[in-house]
């Protein structure tokens, strides 16, 4: 099994009280290290999803708009979703490790994968972030298995508390 992440989505933080935090992914690193799995898995290392993939399922103004609010030292897109100076770039690690595991699954390194990564992606719609969600990774990934690798169907399964309704729109 693939695990792909970065380490730099550790540093996308929304507010010391805010729930979706940088622990959640220490937390997932730690149940790694106590389960003994790290010789189990493959780790990779995500890299930084193409500014143009990602105009591709979002509008140019989302892309260009979060990475503005980035620089400028963050800010609130909505009451959930916030994003931080480093938010920018660790959205682009989580959206790359969905691309880089596609790539890899289609060369056959492996039959699965996981992405361990932050921000998430799944309530993001073509034209706005929501709902923790700063681009949609989920989205990004599936099309690149369809449309580059021939997959005429791709299954998404989220195991959120929630539906994705941004993926579900998507595909709608």
Same mark, same amino acid.
Do not use: W
């Given at each position: 099994?693939l ?14 009280? %805010? ?11 730690a149940?790694?290290?106590? =389960?003994?799995?790290?010789? &189990?898995?493959?780790?990779v290392? =995500? $890299? ?9 399922? %979002? ?6 708009? /979060?990475? &503005? ?15 931080? $100076? ?8 989580? &959206?790359?490790?969905?691309? *880089?595991? /596609? ?5 056959? *390194? ?5 992405? =361990?990564?932050? $921000?998430?992606?799944? %309530? ?12 949609n ?25 929630? %539906? ?9």
């Amino acid at each position: 099994m693939l695990f792909v992440t970065n380490d730099r989505c550790v540093e996308h933080t929304a507010g010391e009280m %805010h729930p979706e935090s940088p622990q959640r992914l220490r937390a997932v690193f730690a149940a790694l290290d106590r =389960a003994d799995l790290r010789e &189990a898995v493959t780790l990779v290392e =995500a $890299p930084k999803a193409p500014l143009e993939l990602l105009a591709g399922v %979002h509008t140019q103004d989302l892309v260009d708009m /979060i990475q &503005a609010v980035s620089a400028r030292g963050g800010g609130r897109i909505d009451m959930d979703t916030v994003v931080a $100076p480093a938010s920018f770039d660790a959205a682009r690690y989580a &959206a790359g490790a969905g691309l *880089e595991s /596609i790539e890899r699954l289609g060369r056959g *390194e492996a039959d699965t994968a996981f992405c =361990a990564v932050r $921000p998430p992606g799944h %309530h993001a719609t073509k034209a706005e972030s929501m709902g923790f969600c700063l681009f949609n990774n989920v989205v990004l990934g599936a099309e690149r298995a369809r449309r580059e690798h021939g997959l005429g169907r791709v299954a998404v399964v989220d195991f959120d508390v929630h %539906h994705g309704n941004g993926t579900q729109a998507a595909f709608e």
